[in-house]
């Protein structure tokens, strides 16, 4: 039971990681930088708190942003995968 909680979370992680890509308007001139989210979520799938990680400001504040537009997230119907699913850490890189 676990260990199906965890794929369930690990494959919605990967879908909220898919929309964020999509809603990121990367910032011109920021190739090959990188930026570490730390996403954490209600249970209905909102944004409860988001902290970006770059060097890179612009990059900060779009990924930010980009996570904000993107929610809220499906989030599994099972508790256990939605409680994992709630919490994730992400890195993007820039290839614009």
Same mark, same amino acid.
């Given at each position: 039971?676990?260990?199906?909680? +965890? +794929?369930?979370?690990?494959?919605? +992680?990967?879908?909220?990681?898919?929309?964020? +890509?999509?809603?990121? !308007?990367?910032? =011109? @001139?920021?190739? @090959?930088?990188?930026? =570490?989210?730390?996403?954490?979520?209600?249970?209905? @799938?909102?944004?409860?708190?988001?902290?970006?990680?770059?060097? !890179?400001? !612009?990059?900060?504040?779009?990924?930010?942003?980009?996570?904000?537009?993107?929610?809220?997230?499906?989030?599994?119907? !099972?508790?256990?995968?939605?409680?994992?699913?709630?919490?994730?850490?992400?890195?993007?890189?820039?290839?614009?």
């Amino acid at each position: 039971k676990k260990a199906e909680a +965890k +794929k369930i979370a690990s494959t919605a +992680k990967r879908d909220f990681e898919s929309r964020i +890509k999509r809603a990121w !308007d990367t910032p =011109t @001139g920021s190739t @090959g930088k990188t930026a =570490t989210a730390r996403i954490s979520l209600t249970e209905s @799938g909102a944004v409860r708190s988001v902290v970006v990680t770059s060097s !890179d400001p !612009d990059m900060k504040a779009s990924i930010e942003a980009a996570v904000r537009s993107a929610a809220p997230y499906p989030m599994p119907s !099972d508790p256990d995968a939605r409680r994992e699913a709630m919490s994730m850490t992400s890195t993007f890189k820039s290839s614009n």
